[in-house]
């Protein structure tokens, strides 16, 4: 069975500066899919970005954007010039290829210092 | 982005009433949606996985009498909660995934129900 890690349960960042939120994941799959999700307060989970496992180029999205290395399987998201709205629990997520199932890891906190 | 609603919001029930809760895709059609259970603090859990018009698949240790899943259209995804216990009470979250190229669904998130069970 897959499993995701993410060793920070919690992250703090400066305003304006920049994060990077760690996620390992195991699997012996060879097509798979990777997200980051955000959730607030308000508990809504919002998508922040997405990588299919068969491209090699690393996602963007705006501000964040991830380092993705397929063999070290690892999945690190990078929110530059954090800003307060940033402040959340962010989840990593896998998705086989081949099933529907997702895999979430158990979560960081990130706290964004004015 | 897609948007998936999901109602109500909170409820509050006596213990050994039952609560059905609604999921909807608003703005694409979702041949799959998913249910999750998040305890406090916790990451989410699967509970179950529902095809339009065919049964809901369960995760190990979901009691699929206890948690009676439908998806009777392609917008459209009930939980139902029965006989409620106050152990039932948790935050219910509802995912639809969208097709994307490829075949690669993206699952987007309904808001939550909280639920409370006395």
């Known amino acids: 069975a897959q499993t995701v890690t993410q060793s920070q349960p919690e992250m703090s960042v400066q305003e304006a500066e920049t994060v990077t939120l760690s996620c390992t994941y195991d699997?012996?799959?060879?097509?798979?899919?990777l997200f980051w999700y955000k959730q607030p307060p308000s508990r809504q989970m919002i998508l922040v970005i997405r990588?299919?496992?068969?491209?090699?180029q690393n996602a963007t999205e705006n501000r964040f954007s991830v380092n993705f290395q397929k063999a070290a399987k690892s999945f690190s998201l990078k929110i530059s010039d954090s800003q307060l709205g940033d402040a959340a629990m962010y989840f990593c997520?896998?998705?086989?290829?081949?099933?529907?199932?997702?895999?979430f890891g158990a979560g960081t906190r990130l706290t964004v210092k004015p | 982005g897609a948007v998936v609603s999901q109602h109500p919001s909170w409820v509050i029930c006596k213990s050994g009433t039952s609560v059905k809760i609604e999921c909807r895709s608003l703005?694409?059609?979702?041949?799959?949606m998913f249910w999750y259970r998040q305890f406090p603090k916790q990451s989410l859990m699967l509970m179950a996985t529902?095809?339009?018009?065919?049964?809901?698949?369960?995760e190990q240790g979901v009691e699929k009498d206890k948690f009676l899943i439908n998806h009777a259209s392609l917008t459209l995804s009930t939980l139902t909660v029965t006989s409620a216990h106050p152990e039932d009470s948790s935050f219910y979250i509802c995912?639809?995934?969208?097709?994307?190229?490829?075949?690669?669904?993206?699952?987007?998130f309904g808001p939550g129900t909280r639920l409370l069970v006395l």
């Open positions: 995912s639809a995934a969208e097709p994307h190229h490829r075949g690669g669904e993206t699952q987007y």
């Open positions: 990588q299919e496992a068969y491209k090699q």
């Open positions: 997520a896998y998705r086989s290829a081949y099933n529907n199932d997702m895999r």
């Open positions: 699997t012996s799959e060879s097509d798979y899919y």
């Open positions: 703005d694409f059609q979702a041949t799959t």
């Open positions: 529902s095809n339009e018009g065919s049964k809901a698949t369960y």
